[in-house]
T-cell receptor, first 109, second 113 residues
């Protein structure tokens, strides 16, 4: 079983649409990160959230950390083909670091 | 600034052959180092981590081993590769073990035939 479950696993949308990716767990995390990975490359950090209820915006991307620090969401507004990639959440419990199961996003021009 | 390198980028090896993948980090001292394996389009499985020279911890039993001969060098090895060792191998480093951000290398794609 995975400590961090992401949904959906796969997502294919048209350019200009909005989408939300979820990262859920029954465990509490000290911090949570979101990464984006393109094929054949290593994951690149997008954001780190550390406070329950925290919302961070990065251009068209909005990240939210749940109040109880057990879950997070990534919302993309007006998706573009350049947003295509594998989105990974990751969290640390203070003594262990876990990666989510991943969401593969394809934005069709 | 810190950078992390991995090589080779791609490797095709026959079953039963040995393996050596190398990872080096620049611009930081005493980093925590990690080796992950990733199945296509999926999350990462932690294989090994190291908090210092010669200190290796294994997360899962497997056909692979790791070594850290220098502060900023991390090596993933195998004496005899299996078909199931195929995958995308990622090296990462962090300032604090298991906490906050990990920074990843470009990865090595290994195909065992």
């Amino acid at each position: 079983t995975q400590l961090l479950e992401q949904s959906p696993q796969f997502l294919s949308i048209q350019e200009g649409e909005n989408l939300t990716v979820y990262c859920n767990s029954s465990s509490v995390f000290s911090s949570l990160q979101w990464y984006r990975q393109e094929p054949g490359e290593g994951p690149v950090l997008l954001v780190t959230v550390v406070t329950g209820g925290e919302v961070k915006k990065l251009k068209r991307l909005t990240f939210q950390f749940g109040d109880a620090r057990k879950d997070s969401s990534l919302h993309i507004t007006a998706a573009q083909p350049g947003d295509t990639g594998l989105y990974l959440c990751a969290g640390d419990t203070g003594n262990q670091f876990y990666f989510g199961t991943g969401t593969s996003l394809t934005v069709i021009p | 600034s810190q950078t992390i390198h991995q090589w080779p980028a791609t490797l095709v090896q026959p079953v039963g052959s040995p393996l050596s993948l190398e990872c080096t980090v620049e611009g930081t001292s005493n980093p925590n180092l990690y080796w992950y394996r990733q199945a296509a389009g999926r999350g990462l499985q932690l294989l090994f981590y190291s908090v210092g020279i010669g200190q290796i911890s294994s997360e899962v039993p497997q056909n692979l081993s790791a070594s850290r001969p220098q502060d900023r060098q991390f090596i993933l090895s195998s004496k005899k590769l299996l078909l199931s060792d195929s995958g995308f191998y990622l090296c990462a480093w962090s300032v604090i073990l298991y906490q906050e951000t990990q920074y990843f290398g470009p990865g090595t794609r290994l195909l065992v035939l």
